[in-house]
């Protein structure tokens, strides 16, 4: 079983729509998680960490879910300049450098 | 310059050649990460460094892949002999230095996609 599972999607949305997805981790002693955002051809860039309690950053929205073991993202008011890969990450207590990512959800905004 | 630098950015290699991947980090950042990412797939860890000591190379998929970073800057990820299934975009991203269980923020390159023939 990978240490990081994602719904691969494609999630087509339209513009101004809600889009909401969910990972998984394996590994119950993860201590930190991060969405990172991949566009085509370009290298991930950190979206938003994401803190026990949630967290929010303009339209974006991050929940944390230590006792089933996922993390979610919510898109509000979708651009089409969120259309990416969206990579799910988290690390390990054990390993706490090691980075392991998820093989990303795709999303796409239309016009 | 400002980002995490790596170079080449496309390498076409014919099967059984050596090639070298090379990584600027950014200046003062302590970690240093190699990752692969294959076609519509993740970034897969490979090999981190502390400064100049490899503290982890449980990623590297053969011994045929090396990765050193002698003066705690500047890191070469080698790979012998390469096979068509070394195809793959190699990322490498630097970090400030990572806190016990909390990472920092990991800048990454934009890597070299590399082609075997």
Known sequence: ?111 | GAGVSQSPRYKVAKRGQDVALRCDPISGHVSLFWYQQALGQGPEFLTYFQNEAQLDKSGLPSDRFFAERPEGSVSTLKIQRTQQEDSAVYLCASSLYTKGGVNTEAFFGQGTRLTVV
């Open chain 1, 1 to 111: 079983r990978k240490e990081v599972e994602q719904d691969p999607g494609p999630f087509n949305v339209p513009e101004g729509a809600t889009v909401a997805f969910n990972c998984t981790y394996s590994n119950s002693a993860s201590q930190s998680f991060f969405w990172y955002r991949q566009d085509c051809r370009k290298e991930p860039k950190l979206l938003m960490s994401v803190y026990s309690s949630g967290n929010e950053d303009g339209r974006f929205t991050a929940q944390l879910n230590r006792a089933s073991q996922y993390i979610s993202l919510l898109i509000r008011d979708s651009k089409l300049s969120d259309s990416a890969t969206y990579l799910c990450v988290v690390n390990s207590q054990t390993n706490d450098y090691k980075l392991s990512f998820g093989a990303g959800t795709t999303v796409t905004v239309r016009a």
